[in-house]
């Protein structure tokens, strides 16, 4: 089921149909995609973003969702969780793992917790309770592989409080564990570990120019991710100290190394954690580095 949508004004004849998660993924979403390259227009009243890619036409959609109508052709590519695709068990075609989340470059763990006192210690206890979820096949499909009968009903939200005068335990998404601890809550289980991915429609993905432009976006979206936390760093350095340098600094172990008029200085430029600049800058004035310029990086393509 192919269905149009030209809210968003995308200008091309050609066009991606592009399905990106609102809520708690979104700012992270819509950073990594800037990083990539791509702008949009936002408007916070409005579902559907602008980019300034006239063949991407965009729509913001609960991350829940995205997979059904990425199987069902209503989108030709979107971005969604581990998570979500097999809950809905969607037939689709992951490109990528972006690992990214709403907070951090962690991924989020689905994890069964009980209340701190209870007397459910592992997931064995949980024969004929009930438990509470967002994720319900998921959580039963765990269950059935472990040989548990338990009742998994859906909740709407706000589980961490419905276990134990509700239910006897839930099955939440953390990050931390933080917001688990605050509610007085014990993991006893994790059920499966999640992170986004660039997925795409089968007939899409069969279309030959759909294919090079979605794979040309999965490239960006990676080269972007590969880019976080790296900074590039310049500095010119006497010829007789490279050597010196690599030694001290464990990113010169292969550096781009250009002549200066100077026969006797060479420029050199190297990529490196910028967590490491702050050690890293010390070390290279101590060896008569001179001009040091760190400058960040939006994409490093492998």
């Known amino acids: 089921m192919n269905k149009k949508f030209n809210i968003n004004g995308g200008g091309s004849e050609k066009s991606i149909k592009l399905g990106l998660p609102s809520g708690s993924l979104e700012e992270a979403t819509f950073a990594l995609f800037e990083k990539a390259g791509f702008k949009f227009l936002r408007n916070s009243r409005s579902y559907y973003p602008v980019a300034d890619d006239d063949e991407l036409e965009v729509v913001l959609i609960r991350a829940q969702e995205i997979a059904g109508y990425v199987d069902k052709g209503v989108f030709d590519a979107?971005?969604?969780?581990?998570d979500w695709i097999m809950e809905n068990e969607a037939d689709v075609i992951e490109i990528i793992e972006l690992a990214y989340s709403k907070r951090s470059m962690k991924p989020v763990k689905w994890v069964l917790a009980v209340p701190e006192d209870s007397e459910i210690k592992t997931v064995n206890d949980l024969?004929?309770?009930?438990?509470?979820?967002?994720?319900?096949?998921?959580?039963?499909?765990?269950?059935?592989?472990?040989?548990?009968?338990?009742?998994?009903?859906?909740?709407?939200?706000?589980?961490?409080?419905?276990s134990p005068i509700l239910v006897d335990a839930i099955a939440e998404a953390t990050e931390?564990?933080?917001?688990?601890?605050?509610?007085?809550?014990?993991?006893?289980?994790?059920?499966?570990?999640?992170?986004?991915?660039?997925?795409?429609?089968?007939?899409?993905?069969?279309?030959?120019?759909?294919?090079?432009?979605?794979?040309?976006?999965?490239?960006?979206?990676?080269?972007?991710?590969?880019?976080?936390?790296?900074?590039?760093?310049?500095?010119?350095?006497?010829?007789?100290?490279?050597?010196?340098?690599?030694?001290?600094?464990?990113?010169?172990?292969?550096?781009?190394?250009?002549?200066?008029?100077?026969?006797?200085?060479?420029?050199?430029?190297?990529?490196?954690?910028?967590?490491?600049?702050?050690?890293?800058?010390?070390?290279?004035?101590?060896?008569?580095?001179?001009?040091?310029?760190?400058?960040?990086?939006?994409?490093?393509?492998?």
Do not use: C, H
């Open 127 to 162: 024969n004929n309770k009930s438990i509470a979820t967002e994720l319900v096949n998921t959580t039963r499909n765990y269950l059935a592989e472990k040989g548990i009968s338990a009742s998994v009903e859906f909740s709407w939200g706000a589980t961490e409080v419905k």
């Open 176 to 302: 931390t564990g933080r917001s688990l601890k605050e509610n007085n809550l014990r993991i006893i289980d994790t059920i499966l570990i999640s992170t986004p991915r660039f997925i795409a429609n089968k007939e899409s993905y069969a279309d030959s120019w759909k294919k090079e432009k979605i794979d040309q976006i999965a490239l960006l979206l990676q080269g972007a991710l590969n880019a976080y936390g790296l900074v590039g760093l310049k500095f010119n350095l006497p010829r007789n100290r490279i050597e010196e340098a690599r030694s001290l600094v464990p990113a010169m172990k292969d550096p781009t190394i250009s002549s200066l008029l100077d026969e006797n200085w060479v420029a050199l430029e190297i990529v490196t954690k910028e967590k490491e600049v702050r050690d890293i800058i010390p070390l290279l004035k101590k060896i008569e580095a001179r001009d040091i310029i760190e400058y960040p990086l939006n994409k490093v393509i492998y």
């Open 78 to 82: 979107g971005i969604t969780g581990k």
